[in-house]
């Protein structure tokens, strides 16, 4: 039996471009503070990454730094191969990793979203909640991403235009749909995507672009304004399929 999401796909109404955006920065000032919270756990999760990939080459790049401007210096790159396949699988293994916890703080931001918009307040925790019994979905869901990304780089870069808006969708079906297989979550997304395919991309450039506005206010900014692009996602997934009794959101622990 196919799950009710496909029909209440295959019979939503399309989203409002104009309202979708209204309704966006009508949250932020709503949201700015969890947004900050949750840019800071993303920000912190990802410093083990950078340790793990620029730590091992610090030799390179003091030397680099040490010769600055003199071109007879050759930087030396003569690790072994073990070092360079421990280093390279290392490397994945961690970004997977800083994956499966990013993703579950963005469903959890995103389940914030539907319970502030909702007119629920809670307060701050649980950011990791949606791991629970969620590891190999949201691992797969990553690596379904990473496949999808890649294949569609390698296909001479125009096909990345088109999968951007269906792996955009992978966070908040999952959250709101957790009963659905990762399979179904990205059958799910693309159709979507798909028939929506230009109002979703044109919102999420803009809310990409208006989220590097963080830059301008020295980074700290970048904070908030990196999960910007969630917020109208989030009224994409309102607007469209909506929610109906069978939607599994979970609240944030107090």
């Not at 955009?168 to 028939?195: C, R, Y």
């Amino acid at each position: 039996m196919e799950h009710p999401i496909f029909t209440r796909i295959a019979t939503a109404p399309k989203p409002d471009f104009g309202g979708i955006l209204t309704k966006t920065f009508d949250s932020v000032q709503l949201l700015w503070q969890p947004a900050l919270f949750h840019g800071l756990i993303s920000m912190l999760l990802f410093i083990p990454f950078l340790l793990v990939l620029y730590v091992p080459l610090a030799p390179v790049y003091i030397g680099l730094f040490e010769n600055f401007g003199a071109s007879s210096y050759q930087p030396d790159l003569s690790y072994s191969v073990s070092f360079w396949v421990g280093y390279m699988v290392a490397a994945f293994v961690l970004a997977l990793i800083v994956q499966l916890f990013n993703f579950a703080v963005v469903a959890h931001f995103y389940n914030l979203i539907k319970l502030t918009d909702s007119g629920i307040t809670t307060k701050a925790g649980g950011y990791f909640v949606y791991l629970k019994g969620n590891i190999g979905k949201i691992l797969l869901c990553n690596l379904a991403a990473m496949g999808i990304a890649i294949i569609a780089a390698l296909l001479c870069y125009l096909p990345v235009f088109y999968v951007m808006v269906p792996l955009q969708l992978f966070a908040v079906i999952f959250t709101f749909n957790q009963d659905l297989s990762v399979s179904g979550i990205i059958k799910a997304a693309f159709k979507l995507g798909h028939k929506f395919w230009l109002v979703i991309f044109g919102i999420v450039i803009i809310s990409s672009m208006i989220a590097q506005l963080g830059i301008i206010f020295c980074f700290v900014g970048v904070f908030v304004t990196q999960l910007f692009v969630h917020i109208p996602i989030y009224y994409v997934y309102k607007d469209t399929i909506g929610f109906a009794a069978e939607d599994t959101t979970v609240i944030p622990a107090n």
